[in-house]
């Protein structure tokens, strides 16, 4: 029996209740806004080329890069994924950027690497790369090149890229099979030295499972310290809300590779 490929991809489908999730991360994102305003730094020539910078103690700070297949969404719906860890001392930065189908996979790439070399310039100090589903992606992308980021989480990451290749999503990412290799992460040069958590959520798909697995094993074999962990109960989308918590696990993993960076 094949695996149906749209359907393990399509998590929209799979929590029904996700207009509602959201929903819920642009409000409480706003009200995060209102009591802790950003320094909003720009860190390319394009409308989404922007950061919100959450300010907090000195040192190392996480940049959060959102999801949404690389085609949804902005830096909006995602200033409460600085609350938790700004409540322990730890800057945040939230970047958007553009997305697809005006812009490929491999221009966003480049997109984040500017952004996380601007906030490594204005905070003088190591950038721990955090992101949720294609964020998680990018995350990975950024550990494997960038020498300011020691250390990656990456949260229902995508790390191979050619599962997609057939599915509705690559209406607007329009990848070819070259492409999709050459964007996949798991299958670049370990970066030896550095640190990769993978983290999905239990109630994901064993495609978003697999995947997650995979790249800690794969690195895990050639020099990168590698974590794996299923968060029991969460799916796709709400395995996010820990971070708005400065009390979680999720929190005070993120402030532990801050403190070893």
């Known amino acids: 029996m094949s695996l149906d490929l749209e359907k393990e991809y399509n998590n929209r489908a799979a929590v029904p209740e996700h207009p509602a999730i959201i929903a819920r991360w642009a409000a409480e994102s706003k009200a995060y806004r209102n009591i802790n ?15 919100d910078l959450f300010e907090a103690d000195p040192g190392p700070a996480v ?5 949404g297949y690389w085609q949804a969404l902005d830096k909006s719906f995602f200033s409460s994924m600085a609350k938790g860890l700004n409540a322990l001392g730890v800057t945040v930065a939230v970047p958007s950027y553009d997305l697809c189908p005006n812009v490929r996979i491999g221009d966003i790439v480049e997109q984040m690497r500017a952004a996380s070399a601007i906030v490594h310039r ?17 995350s990975a992308c950024l550990l ?27 209406e607007k990412l329009r ?65 996010i809300d820990p971070l ?11 402030k532990q590779l801050v403190v070893r960076a």
Request: aromatic residues 6%; hydrophobic residues 40%; contains cysteine.
């Open 37 to 51: 305003p950003p320094r909003v730094i720009e860190y390319g020539p394009g409308e989404r080329n922007t950061l």
């Open 63 to 67: 940049m959060f890069i959102h999801g």
């Open 122 to 138: 204005a905070i003088d100090a190591p950038v721990i790369v955090a992101g949720h589903s294609a964020g998680g992606h990018l």
């Open 144 to 170: 494997a090149t960038e020498a300011h980021v020691p250390a990656a989480y990456a949260i229902s990451g995508l790390f191979e890229l050619a599962p997609l290749l057939n599915t509705s999503l690559n």
């Open 175 to 239: 990848l070819d099979a070259a492409e999709a290799e050459a964007l996949s992460p798991v299958l670049w040069p370990p970066p030896e030295g550095k640190m990769l958590d993978a983290i999905v959520g239990g109630d994901e798909s064993n495609e978003y499972v697999r995947q997650s697995a995979a790249i800690v094993a794969t690195w895990g074999e050639d020099g990168v310290t590698t974590r794996y962990e299923e968060a029991g109960g969460a799916n796709h989308f709400t395995v």
């Open 244 to 254: 708005t918590d400065p009390a979680s696990a999720m929190c005070e993993r993120l």
